[in-house]
């Protein structure tokens, strides 16, 4: 299977700024696309910002212009690079991996990190 490996969540001021790291391995899979998603107490789990291999992305319009999602296919790595941190934005942020099996193209495995907390003051 595909294990993902988060780090960089903590805690920062209002107008901070925090860059989450996401590490893909596992040599079965094929990783696709990746995304970070976001749980905020009492919300929803909500995709933040998703990035395909060829480095298409898209964002949620409440992170639009703050965040940037990156990644370094090579090292199967994604990046969420935040902002102008505001106290919404406190959350538990997970990776996602889309992935499939190689020379398997027919089924999409989706794997998800453990969760780096993101803790904006107020």
């Known amino acids: 299977q595909v294990q993902l490996v988060e780090s960089g969540g903590g805690l920062v001021q209002p107008g901070g700024s925090l860059r989450l790291s996401c590490a893909a391995s596992?040599?079965?899979?094929?990783?696709?696309?990746m995304a970070w998603y976001r749980q905020a107490p009492g919300n929803q789990r909500e995709l933040v910002a998703d990035i395909t291999s060829g480095g298409s992305t898209n964002y949620a319009d409440s992170v639009k212009g703050r965040f940037t999602i990156s990644r370094d296919n090579a090292k199967n790595t994604v990046y969420l690079q935040m902002n102008s941190l505001k106290p919404e934005d406190t959350a538990v942020y997970y990776c996602k991996a889309a992935t499939t099996r190689v020379g398997v193209l027919s089924s999409v495995y989706y794997f998800w990190g453990q969760g780096t907390q993101v803790t904006v003051s107020s």
């Open positions: 596992g040599s079965m899979f094929s990783i696709n696309s």
